[in-house]
């Protein structure tokens, strides 16, 4: 395994570029990795666009993330769920979201023609934005918009569903809570919406151990796993050889600035 300091900011993974994905992911933040990680653990052919950072870069110090018991440095925490998607099957092209319409003018079945400013369109049959709360790259969609203060966040349903069939929203774009966790809670939720109207066999994406179904007679739901002990141990071992791994060296990378702020010290 590479060195977790060593790893790229963005990881660029161009192993299908071309074609018509089933998910793309319009943010890789956490509210976009978080859908991403769950679309491709359920199959689903995923790709996360991502045209900068995350605002979470700008933090000191991630204190009030669950799981991490004394906080974790932020951009450390991105690369870590960034990995874990690319682990699930994420494939992610660095570019900047300006318009999304449907590929049949007036039919949303047939999917959506994503455009950004760096490269050719992309193709997906449903889109999760998950930017930063500047939607102006659906208004082509009439998604529904309202305004809150400067930024135009989306109307959602409580499943994440805009009033485009197909199109969802996740995250601060979705006018949901300022903290990581709320985002990434509701990047999940929403993926599971995405999941659902894909129709691919699915039950709640969990691990558990032998005999849990079969034990009483039931099949191993679509999405579950049934584990033996052993394999239980193996993939505690290697989850703490990845955690220490992550957590050896301190991570030479600081803060993004407010740009006010920036701006004022140069
Ligand atoms: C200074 C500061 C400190 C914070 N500290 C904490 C904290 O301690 N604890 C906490 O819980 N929360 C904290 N937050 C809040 C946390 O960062 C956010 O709640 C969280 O990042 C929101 O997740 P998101 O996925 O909605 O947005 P983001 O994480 O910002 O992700 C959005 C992504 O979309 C991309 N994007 C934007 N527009 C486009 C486009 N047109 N095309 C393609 N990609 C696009 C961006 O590059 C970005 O990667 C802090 C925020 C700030 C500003």
């Not at 994905?21 to 890789?28: Q, S, T, Y």
């Not at 990434?184 to 151990?209: N, Q, R």
Request: aromatic letters at 6%; glycine letters at 10%; hydrophobic letters at 35%.
């Amino acid at each position: 395994m590479p060195s977790k300091n060593g790893l790229a900011t963005f990881v660029t993974q161009r192993h299908k570029v071309d074609g018509m994905r089933d998910v793309c992911i319009v943010g890789g933040g956490v509210a976009g990795l978080a859908a991403g990680i769950f679309t491709a653990r359920a199959g689903l052919d995923t790709l996360v666009v991502d045209g900068g950072e995350s605002i979470l870069e700008r933090n000191a110090s991630l204190e009030n993330y669950p799981g991490f018991p004394d906080g974790v440095d932020a951009r450390r925490y991105l690369r870590m769920v960034r990995e874990q998607a690319t682990e699930a099957g994420c494939a992610f092209e660095r570019g900047s979201v300006t318009a999304v319409e449907p590929v049949v003018p007036g039919e949303y079945e047939a999917g959506f023609e994503i455009a950004t400013v760096e490269g050719a369109p992309l193709e997906a049959r449903r889109v999760i934005a998950a930017s930063w709360p500047d939607s102006e790259y659906l208004r082509p969609l009439d998604v529904g918009r309202k305004q809150r203060g400067s930024k135009y966040i989306i109307d959602v349903d409580t499943a994440g569903r805009t009033a485009v069939d197909g199109v969802y929203a996740a995250g601060r774009i979705a006018g949901e809570p300022h903290q990581a966790v709320v985002a990434a809670g509701h990047g999940a939720k929403v993926s599971l919406a995405a999941i659902a109207d894909s129709e691919v066999p699915f039950y709640h994406d969990w691990v558990t151990p032998s005999g849990y179904f079969t034990g009483r007679e039931r099949e191993v739901p679509p999405g579950c796993e049934e584990i033996g002990d052993d394999e239980r141990r193996e993939r505690d071992q290697r989850a703490r050889e990845t955690m220490q791994e992550w957590m050896a060296e301190p991570l030479d990378e600081t803060p993004t600035m407010h740009p006010r702020v920036a701006d004022a010290d140069r």
